[in-house]
Nanobody, 114 residues
Framework: QVQFVESGGDLVQPGGSLTVSCIVS????????LGWYRQAPGKQRELVAS???????DYFESAKGRFTISKDNAKRTVYLQMNSLKPEDTAGYYC????????WGQGTQVTVSS
């Protein structure tokens, strides 16, 4: 069963902006805090931002001041808006539960390069 479907990744120039989206299964969306993670080649997957059931957001060091997480309950979709992108933001971006991880989706690739 597909639980997370990420989309919106692209090639972006340094300093640019991009928003990635994740459609979450009905079984999970209304029952769990959610997060955006990323994994760069050769590195461990890291949590970038999270949003609680009631909409409280938390940002981790790499995202503070540049990324915004949001969600649309009617569409069961979580968004990650990324501004001032840097080459080190290049990674596969994934969504999943914040405190419980389910099966990972395919992710969406974000490449920041000139």
């Amino acid at each position: 069963q597909v639980q997370f479907v990420e989309s919106g990744g692209d090639l972006v120039q340094p300093g640019g902006s991009l928003t990635v989206s994740c459609i979450v299964s009905e079984a999970i969306f209304g029952f769990a805090d959610l997060g955006w993670y990323r994994q760069a080649p050769g590195k461990q997957r890291e949590l970038v931002a999270s949003i609680s059931l009631v909409g409280r957001t938390d940002y981790f060091e790499s995202a503070k001041g540049r990324f915004t997480i949001s969600k649309d309950n009617a569409k069961r979709t979580v968004y990650l808006q990324m501004n001032s992108l840097k080459p080190e933001d290049t990674a596969g971006y994934y969504c999943n539960g914040r405190f419980t991880n389910w099966r990972w989706g395919q992710g969406t690739q974000v490449t920041v390069s000139s």
